[in-house]
């Protein structure tokens, strides 16, 4: 699986923007897909996670209500949807995917390479 993320940039706080990571490879198909950031000098942290087939999602305390994980069959992508962003919430995000899925014990195999994030104040 080779994971391709998009959609990152320089937003105000309080704004929105929404990142997007395609798959190419194999479907998502049985994958649990999760969403990571990793701010300046900082360890990576998890934001939230899917299971592809399902509805099963989990979310970080600190981007509940304002995060939103969704899917595209169709077109074989994962999206994260980012509302009421703060400077907090500024960092390099990563997609990644695992199978099998275990919730938030999933192992992610397959990582893309980063969009960046700005939220200024």
């Known amino acids: 699986v080779q994971l391709q993320a998009s959609g990152g940039g320089l937003v105000q706080t309080g704004g929105s923007l929404r990142l997007s990571c395609a798959a190419s490879?194999?479907?998502?198909?049985?994958?649990?897909v999760a969403w990571f950031r990793q701010a300046p000098g900082e360890e990576r942290e998890f934001v939230t996670s899917?299971?592809?087939?399902?509805?099963?999602?989990y979310y970080a305390e600190s981007v509940k209500g304002r995060f939103t994980i969704s899917r595209d069959n169709a077109k074989n992508t994962v999206y994260l949807q980012m509302n009421s962003l703060k400077p907090e919430d500024t960092a390099v995000y990563y997609c990644a995917a695992g199978i099998p899925w275990v919730g938030v014990r999933t192992k992610y195999s397959y990582w893309g390479q980063g969009t960046l994030v700005t939220v200024s104040s």
């Open positions: 490879g194999r479907t998502f198909s049985n994958y649990a």
């Open positions: 899917m299971r592809w087939s399902g509805n099963i999602t």
